[in-house]
Nanobody, 128 residues
Framework: QVRMVESGVGSVQPGGSLKLSCKIS????????LAWFRHVPWKAREGVAN??????????YESVNGRFTISQDKFTDTLTLYLQMDNLRPEDTGMYYC???????????????????WGQGTQVTASS
């Protein structure tokens, strides 16, 4: 059974930085896609970054490209997914979720409904 636990909730002023972590345990595939999504009540959940487990190929959503970095640390029985967020803007505020198993053959999808496993969510606020 896949388990995903997030950490890193925070509130910063615009221009500040935060780093989110997601510890993943359980079975996982080499060509798994891992991703971070964010959600605000008035919008559908949107993907901000994804990474392929076995080759570290990453893609960032246009609005966060150059400011956010997705990465992973692989261990024997677990995997930790990270989202480094720099130069945060007020529009980055939202609930952030890590997600896994949302692609096929190394192609990662952006639609939240394609992902099977989810973290519990962590609130990020960028406000003055």
């Amino acid at each position: 059974q896949v388990r995903m636990v997030e950490s890193g909730v925070g509130s910063v002023q615009p221009g500040g930085s935060l780093k989110l972590s997601c510890k993943i345990s359980g079975y996982h595939y080499g060509r798994w896609c891992l991703a971070w999504f964010r959600h605000v009540p008035w919008k559908a959940r949107e993907g901000v970054a994804n990474i392929v487990y076995d080759d570290n190929t990453t893609i960032l959503y246009e609005s966060v490209n150059g400011r956010f970095t997705i990465s992973q640390d692989k261990f024997t029985d677990t995997l930790t997914l990270y989202l480094q967020m720099d130069n945060l803007r007020p529009e980055d505020t939202g609930m952030y979720y890590c997600a896994a198993d949302g692609g096929l053959g190394g192609t990662c999808y952006w639609y939240w409904g394609d992902y099977t496993h989810w973290g519990q969510g962590t609130q990020v606020t960028a406000s003055s």
